[in-house]
Each structure stands twice: as structure tokens, then as C-alpha cells.
């Protein structure tokens, strides 16, 4: 049997997201954001489902972090959502809004669980979008107003920032499929809209620092390992194409202040108009990268690859393939300086089913968790600085444009009754976090 024992002071959490937790999407003064408005809009979430209620987190926190207790928790990764605290995203503030996050982070405090927060989690205020959202540069200068306004008023309990979750994911699954909210389908807007995030994220990490010196700033980026399908050199120059489209396009702006050529080339006429000034701007040093990581694309040069024979695939269509993990935190490790990583998030949706005896077996979830935790730990002995790892989710709760139909939980959450049961995967989850080791 192999033990893998983890740092003393390794930040086991988990991760939610406001609109997909929250509910109360209209109540005390919120302003509606983009994901309200498009899931009010038939047709855009698989059964029309909405985030109006979700798992009712902003009536229930006190129950839901009594949970995390129970689970043992040492961090929380959560986000704010803009349109609770700034209705229309600039000016005017509601104080219930900043009373809700105000009351969470004490109770949270109270629990001694690190807050971990997210100011952009896709639920853009309606109101900026109304301007034109991302791709208009004024909405860049409004979430750095923002991000000062929020560390003003919480940066006494919450160390850890991020400026943006996946900007990939607002980029395309926003702008270019038109999957998400605010639904694009426009690569002019969309590579425009990927600029304007991180002209955002530069702006905010200054107005971070800004507001408070001793908070850490950082961003969240899914990074998806891509692998080649053979040793073929078409695959593997495909595999690094594709990598560079979805990954570097990202990375190498942030953390060696340029775009890869490679990544605009296939963007040639969409390329987004880039200030003076711009890149320097976005390169600014963070003191932690937040890294998520679901799955991995094979790729080939001749065909579209759908799925690998012999592999094990979550609901969601995603391969499960853990040694990728280490690959990608080792080949991002060698290619950047980079400041300490956190796993943002990782996890898995699988069909779970309540069993007689009330409770919910779910090894497929469990298996996938033990496997990334010890590829974590082989890539940390590799050399990279691994600090936490936030598993996703602590809810089941609303998966974007497949609403309530994909499970991601350690806890499961009845939408009917809003009763949480912690599911196996839960359980196995808080003896990881007691004992800070895994055996296999
Ligand atoms: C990530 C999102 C998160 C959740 C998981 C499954 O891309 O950041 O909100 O939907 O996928």
C-alpha cells in the first residue's frame, strides 16, 4: 500500500459559484445579470430550468456551512455576485447585497474556514450588457470599481481574490458557441471579449492592491490538458495548436505579458483591438494561480476524436483521465515562472441515486477524487507548488446550460425539499481532510 501524506498546511476546500447556489435572484434589491436573463429565456437550459432558487444558499448558509464543518473544510471557494452588490453594475450599491457576503464571511470566520473569492463567476450584471458587457472596454473599468469596493468592504477576512474564473469558458462558450450567457455566437466579439477580460483582470489586480496590500490577487484558469492521439508529428503539432488556442491564448498574456502568435494566427481577421499599454497591464505579478481541471482533449491532425476505447467517461461527456492532471501542472510548471497554484476546481458529475437506506453511494465520484488527489501529490513531487485544492462541487446546484440535470456534489441537494444529504464521496472526503493522507 502507498500512503501520500500532503503539507501540514494544505488548504483542503471546496468550490460553489453564486449564480448556480444562491437563489434570491430578484430579492432585496438585487439587479437581474446575464445568466438571469438568459435563463428566463426558453430554450437556452436543458428543461428550462433557472437559478431563481438553486439550493437556496442565500437563505440557508448558515445550515450550509454548519456542513462544511461537519466535512471538515479548511477553505470555502465561492463567488460574489456583481448584480447583488451593484444592481447595474456600476454606481449605486445595495447594502443588503454586501450584508449577505458581510454575514457569510463571519459566519464563515466563525467556523475558522478560509474564504477563497471569486468577484467573476459569468453573472455580468444585465445592466452592462445592455452597454455592449465584455466587449466594451468602459465594462473592464467597472469591475475594477468593483473588485475596490468589495475588498474595501471584505478584505479584513478574506485573503484570497480572483479576478476572474475561466475567462475561456465567458470567451467562447459565451461569445462564440452562444452556449452560455449572454449567447453570442460572433468570433469578432468573442477574441474582443477575451482581450477585454484580461485588460479587466490587470485593472482589477491593481485596484486589489489598491484597496488593501495584504490581500493575495490571483486568477482562476481551466486548463485542459491536450494530448495528442499518436506520435505522430501532424498530432502532436495539433495538440499543441489546440493547446494554445484554449490554454496559452490565456496563460502567456498573464504571465509572460504577449500573446502567442500561434493562438491569433487562426484568428487573423477577429483579432481584437489591443491598447498601448495593454500587455504590460495584464502581466501583473499575482501571488497565486487557481488552476481547474476537469478532463483532456485527445487530438488528431485528420479527425475529430469523440471517445477513447477502454476509457471511463463522467455524464457530462468527459473523459477520466487523472495522470493528464500531472502532465498539465508539470508542462504549465516548465513553461512559466509561476506564482503558488491552488486546484480551483476539480470533480466529477455522475447519475447518483438515493439507496434505501437513505444514503447516496457514489464510487464513480470517489474513485475519480482519490485519483486526481494522488496525481496531485505525484506532480507536487515532480516540483510544483501545489497549496490547496478546492474540490468541485460542494452542492449538486445549477450547472449552467444543463441546469439541474448534471450532479456535481459532495452533498447531494433535493430540489423539491432542499434537503443536503452528504453523499459517500463526502464522507471519504472529510477522513482525507482529517487524516491529510490517501492510501492506495
Ligand atoms: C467549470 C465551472 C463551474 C462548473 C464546472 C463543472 O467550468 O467553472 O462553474 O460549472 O465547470
Not at 435563463?39 to 437556496?56: I, L, M, N, R, W
Not at 444592481?87 to 454586501?98: A, C, D, F, T, Y
Not at 478532463?295 to 471517445?307: F, G, L, P, Y
Not at 474540490?391 to 448534471?406: A, M, P, R, T, Y
Amino acid at each position: 500500500m502507498t500512503t501520500y501524506t500532503f503539507p501540514h498546511n494544505f488548504l483542503w476546500g471546496a468550490a460553489t459559484a453564486a449564480y448556480q447556489i444562491e437563489g434570491a435572484w430578484n430579492e432585496d434589491g438585487k439587479g437581474e445579470s446575464i445568466w438571469d436573463r438568459f435563463s428566463h429565456t426558453p430554450g437556452k437550459v436543458t428543461d428550462g430550468d433557472t437559478g431563481d432558487v438553486a439550493c437556496d444558499h442565500y437563505h440557508r448558509y448558515p445550515e450550509d456551512i454548519a456542513l462544511m464543518r461537519q466535512l471538515g473544510l479548511k477553505a470555502y471557494r465561492f463567488s460574489t455576485a456583481w448584480a447583488r452588490d451593484m444592481p447595474s453594475g456600476r454606481g449605486r450599491i445595495n447594502p443588503k447585497g454586501l450584508d449577505f457576503y458581510d454575514h457569510l464571511l463571519d459566519a464563515l470566520c466563525a467556523a475558522n474556514i478560509e474564504p477563497f473569492l471569486t468577484l467573476y463567476h459569468w453573472d455580468l450584471p444585465q445592466a452592462l450588457q445592455g452597454e455592449g458587457g465584455w466587449e466594451n472596454r468602459n465594462t473592464c473599468y467597472a469591475f475594477a470599481d468593483y473588485a475596490a469596493l468589495m475588498v474595501k468592504r471584505l478584505g479584513d477576512r478574506v485573503k484570497y481574490w480572483t479576478t476572474f474564473n475561466e475567462p475561456s469558458v465567458v470567451t467562447f462558450d459565451g461569445n462564440l458557441t452562444g452556449e452560455h450567457a449572454p449567447g453570442n455566437k460572433d468570433p469578432k466579439v468573442a477574441y474582443q471579449v477575451a482581450h477585454n477580460l484580461m485588460v479587466a483582470h490587470g485593472l482589477a489586480v491593481q485596484a486589489i492592491r489598491g484597496a488593501n496590500s495584504n490581500v493575495d490577487a490571483g486568477i482562476v484558469l481551466n486548463l485542459w490538458m491536450a494530448d495528442p492521439a499518436t506520435d505522430s508529428p501532424e498530432d502532436v503539432a495539433a495538440a499543441e495548436a489546440a493547446w494554445d488556442r484554449n490554454e496559452t491564448l490565456f496563460l502567456d498574456p498573464i504571465f509572460k505579458g504577449h500573446y502567442p502568435p500561434s493562438a491569433y494566427e487562426v484568428v487573423s481577421e477577429n483579432m481584437p483591438k489591443v491598447h498601448d499599454g495593454d500587455m504590460a497591464l495584464i502581466a501583473q505579478e499575482l501571488d497565486f494561480l487557481g488552476v481547474n481541471f476537469y478532463s483532456r482533449n485527445v487530438i488528431s491532425a485528420t479527425q475529430k476524436i469523440d471517445k477513447i476505447p477502454g476509457s471511463e467517461y463522467t455524464e457530462m461527456g468527459w473523459e477520466v483521465c487523472a495522470p493528464a492532471l500531472r502532465r498539465m501542472l508539470v508542462k504549465i510548471n516548465n513553461n512559466y515562472s509561476l506564482p503558488p497554484i491552488y486546484i480551483t476546481e476539480n470533480g466529477s458529475s455522475f447519475k447518483d441515486e438515493v439507496s434505501a437506506d437513505g444514503k447516496v453511494h457514489d464510487p464513480c465520484r470517489l474513485g475519480y477524487l482519490k485519483n486526481h488527489f494522488i496525481q496531485t501529490h505525484l506532480a507536487m513531487q515532480d516540483g510544483v507548488d501545489v497549496r490547496g485544492y478546492m474540490v468541485w462541487s460542494l452542492f449538486d446546484n445549477f450547472e449552467w446550460g444543463h441546469g439541474f440535470s448534471k450532479r456535481f456534489g459532495l452533498v447531494r441537494v433535493d430540489y423539491e425539499t432542499q434537503k443536503r444529504t452528504v453523499k459517500d464521496s463526502g464522507e471519504w472526503y472529510a477522513d482525507v481532510i482529517r487524516a491529510n493522507q490517501i492510501h492506495e
